[in-house]
């Protein structure tokens, strides 16, 4: 929001959606009584303002009431989503019926006043039912979608995976974002379903936090409940480093404090944090690295990890090597270098938390900046998988892209 360019754009789409939020209105009730009419246009801008005056608010004082204040922020989304909705198919109505007056005031005869072409009752009702799609369902997700966890299985081959582990089985979680969180409920659900996985490794990648160390701690002994038959290995994301807090950037020795907290947290629930570091898993005396580097992400985030000491520091008598990076950036950015990683785990986008997410279409704004945002990649005998995350944060919920639990099999061959 400091680019000035952006904030222009951004009242000016704002500005615009209310407007052309109002004419719909306006035109949807032209054939009612002007009395009524009237009382349209007050509902409207007054329900407007009322909106975005308790949105705007409950974003500058999320620190009390937190929850109630997120749903607040999220109302004021949906209405704006609406909005815009409303806006895409009466501007393109509007510069059709601008060409159009421009054609017959060229080719009118001299003294014809041309035609009133006037905005069509139906397009506006069918622009406001348009407009009530992503308002539902941004309310949905805020009511159901944001805990409506999921489990989604992905089956993957390898030629070099040793034999002894043909039909592990791992199970991923990513950015938990526990400072969303404003009850244990959610996430003592959400453990239960990790372990009815049964799940031979488990990894977390990241984002355990959004900027306080001490977001998780409430949460500790529900996470110290996830089972795992090997060590759990986690590592850190953007969030956890608390870059985004004003403070910090002044206190750097209250910025170390919190991230040794958030470490220390980590262990407490049992989690093995790497901090650019390697690990090995043995199974009947052949074996398979685990990498875990700190984050590293393009588009002006952080690059506090070091692959290349994560890498040197894998066994090299084991033919197979798993990463575990939160930004999916570093796949383009880095990992293209070093072809024996053959599977890298990665999360960070969450989808944007909205979008359409089908079989065969998916689709969320978060695509425009990340080349890979969902789902699994390859290249060349490498792959990539994207965790839309278990957590949310900034939108108090999720449409399309629901929080994730990845089950992976990997197979030989």
């Not at 919190?258 to 093995?272: D, E, P, S, V």
Request: charged share 20%.
């Amino acid at each position: 929001m400091r680019n000035p360019s952006f904030l222009v754009f951004f009242f000016a789409l704002v500005a615009a959606a209310e407007w052309y939020g109002y004419q719909a209105f306006r035109t949807a009730f032209s054939s009612a009584e002007s009395g009524s009419r009237r009382l349209t246009a007050i509902l409207y801008w007054g329900i407007s303002a009322l909106v975005w005056a308790l949105g705007i608010w409950a974003m500058r004082n999320r620190q009390e009431h937190p929850s109630f204040k997120s749903y607040l922020g999220g109302v004021l989304l949906a209405v704006l989503a609406a909005k815009i909705v409303v806006l895409i198919p009466l501007l393109l109505e509007d510069l059709t019926r601008l060409g159009r007056w421009a054609l017959q005031l060229g080719n009118r005869p001299a003294g014809n006043t041309g035609t009133n072409i006037s905005r069509s009752e139906f397009l506006s009702k069918a622009a406001l039912v348009l407009g009530a799609v992503p308002f539902v369902s941004l309310l949905w997700g805020m009511a159901k979608g944001g805990t409506d966890y999921t489990v989604r299985r992905v089956t993957l081959r390898f030629p070099n995976l040793p034999a002894s582990f043909d039909g592990f089985k791992l199970l991923q979680i990513s950015d938990l974002h526990t400072g969303s969180f404003h009850s244990k409920e959610p996430l003592q659900r959400a453990v239960k379903i990790i372990n009815e996985q049964q799940a031979d490794q488990i990894f977390m990648t990241g984002d355990l936090v959004n900027n306080y160390a001490t977001e998780v701690e409430e949460h500790i002994d529900t996470l110290a409940g996830i089972q795992s038959k090997l060590p759990i290995y986690s590592i850190l994301g953007n969030h956890d480093y608390a870059d985004y807090v004003p403070e910090y950037k002044e206190d750097r020795a209250a910025w170390h404090a919190n991230l040794a907290r958030i470490k220390q947290n980590h262990a407490k629930i049992g989690w093995n944090l790497l901090l650019d570091e390697a690990r090995t898993v043995e199974r009947n005396g052949e074996k398979i690295a685990i990498l875990g580097v700190q984050n590293w992400g393009a588009r002006g985030f952080a690059q506090y990890g070091n692959l290349a000491k994560a890498h040197a520091a894998a066994d090299t008598n084991a033919p197979f090597k798993i990463l575990l990076s939160h930004d999916p950036s570093h796949w383009d950015g880095q990992v293209h270098q070093y072809e024996d990683i053959d599977l890298m785990l990665a999360g960070h986008t969450h989808g944007m938390q909205f979008g359409v997410n089908l079989s065969f279409l998916k689709w969320s704004p978060v695509q425009y900046a990340y080349k890979q945002w969902a789902g699994l990649y390859q290249r060349g005998k490498q792959y990539l998988y994207v965790n839309a995350g278990l957590g949310f944060i900034g939108y108090h919920g999720r449409v399309g892209f629901l929080p994730e639990i990845t089950v992976f099999e990997l197979r030989r061959g």
